[in-house]
T-cell receptor, first 114, second 115 residues
Framework: NAGVTQTPKFQVLKTGQSMTLQCAQD?????MYWYRQDPGMGLRLIYY???????DKGEVPNGYNVSRLNKREFSLRLESAAPSQTSVYFC?????????????FGPGTRLTVL | AQKITQTQPGMFVQEKEAVTLDCTYD???????LFWYKQPSSGEMIFLIY??????QNATEGRYSLNFQKARKSANLVISASQLGDSAMYFC????????????FGKGTTLSVSS
């Protein structure tokens, strides 16, 4: 039981390049999330998927797109990377989207955009 | 206005001592959840404890307890008998029923435990 897995763990991009961050969970959770963590700040929500087939914007969605591929997988795409997107990206999942459900986090992807 | 405020950037404690990490929150929602996460230097986010807005008793999980004072809108984390492995960044977070599914995080408190 791996929980939430993310690939890659580290990535360096040049400005303008694109890439997709992959996330998968094996806990049969319905809801999945993408957050970013910048120095001196807590995590901020980029996008989320309350259930398979749905996606919604979070606090900081600009420059990103997401795909809920199936119940297990939720990917985050940067179409044209910018230095402002240098951050640590966390994927999370929860059984349901209720306010009482804790979220379980993946190990994170450290992204640097030059 | 900040939804989650953690006023202690850093805390220092000796092994076996208890420590309280402060968290205040701001919401007009009656239904919400409060969470604490631990982030060690390795970077992963580890769920510690949860308190629901309707829970009358303070939540406890092993050495962790949450001192929930609803009228003061505070949700302090108490770690009893600190261990060296408790050294990490600690985040308080809230999830409101009406605001959707986002966890709103504070900026965190760095806890350093010394022997």
């Amino acid at each position: 039981n791996a929980g939430v897995t993310q690939t890659p763990k580290f990535q360096v991009l040049k400005t303008g390049q694109s890439m997709t961050l992959q996330c998968a969970q094996d806990m049969n959770h319905n809801s999945m999330y993408w957050y970013r963590q910048d120095p001196g700040m807590g995590l901020r929500l980029i996008y989320y998927s309350a259930s398979e087939g749905t996606t919604d914007k979070g606090e900081v969605p600009n420059g990103y797109n997401v795909s809920r591929l199936n119940k297990r997988e939720f990917s985050l795409r940067l179409e044209s990377a910018a230095p402002s997107q240098t951050s640590v990206y966390f994927c999370a999942s929860s059984e349901l989207a209720g306010y009482y459900n804790e979220q379980f986090f993946g190990p994170g992807t450290r992204l640097t955009v030059l | 206005a900040q939804k989650i405020t953690q006023t202690q950037p850093g805390m220092f404690v000796q092994e076996k001592e208890a420590v309280t990490l402060d968290c205040t929150y701001d919401t007009s929602d009656q239904s919400y959840g409060l969470f604490w996460y631990k982030q060690p230097s390795s970077g992963e986010m580890i769920f510690l404890i949860y308190q629901g807005s309707y829970d009358e008793q303070n939540a406890t999980e092993g050495r962790y307890s949450l001192n929930f004072q609803k009228a003061r809108k505070s949700a302090n984390l108490v770690i009893s008998a600190s261990q060296l492995g408790d050294s990490a960044m600690y985040f308080c977070a809230m999830r409101e029923r009406q605001a959707g599914t986002a966890l709103i995080f504070g900026k965190g408190t760095t806890l350093s435990v010394s022997s």
